[in-house]
């Protein structure tokens, strides 16, 4: 485990620099380097390490063809590897994508047909390698497949750390249950005040294996899924952060012990920080567990008063009490509350309490590389807040509009009622065998009505109907507006899918809400069922409140 940041007050950081990077590759794994335990990983192809060795002889297949996927198909085969490209869809229109992977002679194969079983090149080659976009499950017929004839799986993260060659740009990494987009896109708000070259990548922003092959990139901020986390296992990050655990995606991993063990990923063999929510003791207890090189700290952050050792906050003003020499009797003043509510996008108001965790959150990484104090302050001046999370749509009649759309689980949706005290909640979708008990329960007393959209109300219809029984509640017909996104001639326009439905919901909420309320789109559940993706579902909402108030 880490050491306790309550001990040596040296800084390992201190007089850190971004010099120009050395010529030879760096070493695949640093040294104190703790072995990890991984499928196959004796059998991942040496020549894969460094972004310039020649594939040529290796048959590669990739699963996916998105954001992931196709980048990497790139870089693989621009080596030389005869690269194969599996993907169950055949119906999006990724013809820019396949025009230019076939320059490369990649082989393409979609549909369901070609998603089984573990293809073999069309010389009846077997793979020597399989690369995962995030989100295909673990237990997948071609990954089974594989593992069987001794053939590594890997992701994302796992290539581009074997890739990144002479890059030298510190990971800072971000995962939790909740939070890490706007923590990472916080963080990197912060290095760019600081003058350094940041990439927000990862999950978000830039493919991970783009960023790490930017000879400009100075410092990457990094936002992993439990998905992109489960497939790595040599990554060495400068600097990790677990913001908060809450059982997510339990059908994937197979049990939430899984998925906490896939979250506690980020922070082994970290070089420099651990950085730990002392407000969620299971956060902590992953840092304690964690194998780590030698010399890394764990730092904590709280809402409330740090002890030494610690990120917090004292009298509105947010300190830093972990990197410094006498964390002892001093602290590092680091911003304000109010600068967390211009952060969140909403200036003069109260800073919300999760909010309050990422800008620490994000703090503690960005000084985990020495980055001044004014720097942390005028990142969050200067950030500019994610789209469905948490924005304000609109303020008429008394009453605030708040997209959430981001909140797809009830730990997320938690935290936007949270925010609010007198609340018109439009929720529903799929909710991935989630419990919203304690979410309801809860929050009943802030709920002034509900509008239920998703195909099942059920998980919340019955919790609803023994904690919040007096709640009006209006159920959307699931059948309102079918076919409405589809046109004359062609497929249905899916970013279309759900408008009605969307409309229908913020009529609904209209007719309920009253001055002082806020309406809240955060519905606790994925959006798939009726909508495209959330970020479809927060615009849909968006442009329903905009046509409803005008």
């Given amino acids: 485990m880490p050491a306790d940041s309550h001990g040596s007050p040296d800084n390992p950081l201190a007089g850190m620099s971004f010099s120009p990077p050395p010529a030879a590759d760096l070493p695949l794994h640093p040294e104190g380097w703790e072995p990890v335990d991984y499928p196959h990983a004796e059998n991942i192809p040496a020549a894969l ?25 790139v870089h693989l085969a621009e080596r030389h590897a005869d690269v194969i490209v599996v993907d169950g869809d055949a119906e999006r229109d990724l013809s820019e994508w396949e025009t230019i992977l076939s320059v490369f002679d990649v082989d393409i194969r979609r549909g369901p047909e070609h998603v089984t ?45 074997r890739v990144r060659g002479h890059n030298t740009a510190p990971w800072l990494v971000v995962t939790g249950t909740n939070g890490k987009t706007t923590t990472t896109s ?34 990457l901020a990094i936002e992993l899924s439990s998905f992109q986390l489960h497939w790595q296992y040599s990554m060495s990050a400068h600097a990790a952060a677990v913001l908060n655990l809450a059982a997510d995606h339990v059908d994937w991993h197979g049990s939430y012990a899984d998925y906490c063990a896939d979250k506690a990923r980020a922070y082994t063999n970290v070089a420099a920080s651990c ?24 730092i904590g952050f709280t809402s409330g008063m740090p002890a030494p050792g610690e ?31 211009i ?31 004014a720097a942390v302050r005028e990142g ?59 979410l309801i329960s809860t929050h009943a007393h802030r709920l002034r009505g509900v509008v239920l959209i998703g195909t099942d109300p059920g998980p919340y219809t019955q919790v609803l109907s023994e904690h919040a029984p007096a709640v009006p509640l209006v159920r959307v017909d699931p059948a309102t507006g079918e076919g409405e996104a589809t046109g004359t001639s062609g497929p249905a326009d899916e970013t279309r899918r759900g408008e009605a439905i969307m409309r229908a919901a913020v009529a609904a909420a209209a007719d309920l809400a009253a001055d002082g309320d806020t309406v809240l789109l955060a519905p606790a559940a994925a959006s798939m069922d009726q909508f495209l993706n959330y970020g479809t579902r927060g615009t849909l909402f968006a442009a329903a409140v905009q046509d409803q108030v005008s």
């Fill in 380 to 438: 969050l001046r200067t950030h500019q807040p994610a789209d469905h999370r948490m924005a304000v749509v609109a303020e008429t009649g008394g009453v605030r509009w708040i997209n959430d759309s981001k909140a797809t689980n009830p730990h997320a949706a938690d935290a936007a009622l949270a925010a609010a005290e007198s609340i018109v909640w439009i929720a529903g979708g799929l909710t991935k065998g989630a419990d919203l008990t304690e």
């Fill in 275 to 298: 950085v730990y929510n002392v407000d969620d003791p299971a956060t902590r207890r992953l840092v304690e567990d964690a194998e780590v090189i030698a010399g890394a700290r764990a």
């Fill in 117 to 161: 079983d573990l293809p073999a090149s069309a010389a009846g080659a077997v793979p020597d390698l399989v690369v995962t976009s995030p989100g295909w499950r673990p237990d997948h017929p071609i990954f089974t497949a594989a593992r069987a004839r001794g053939i590594p799986v890997i992701g994302e993260v796992e290539l581009a750390w």
């Fill in 311 to 341: 990120f917090g906050v004292v009298d509105g003003v947010l300190v830093d009490r972990a990197y410094l020499h006498n964390r002892q009797s001093t602290a590092a003043e680091l911003g304000s509350l109010d600068d967390i509510a």
């Fill in 49 to 73: 390490h460094g972004p310039t060795q020649s594939l040529d002889g290796l048959t590669i297949v990739v699963t996916g063809l998105g954001v992931s996927g196709f980048p990497m198909a």
């Fill in 186 to 219: 916080m963080l990197a708000s912060m290095l760019t005040a600081a003058g350094l070259h940041a990439k927000a990548c990862g999950n978000i922003g830039q493919p991970l294996i783009e960023a790490v092959l930017d000879p400009a990139a100075e410092v």
């Fill in 343 to 373: 952060a969140a996008g909403n200036p003069g108001a109260p800073a919300a309490p999760h909010q309050i965790a990422n800008a620490l959150a994000a703090a503690a990484l960005a000084r985990s590389i020495d980055i001044p104090p």
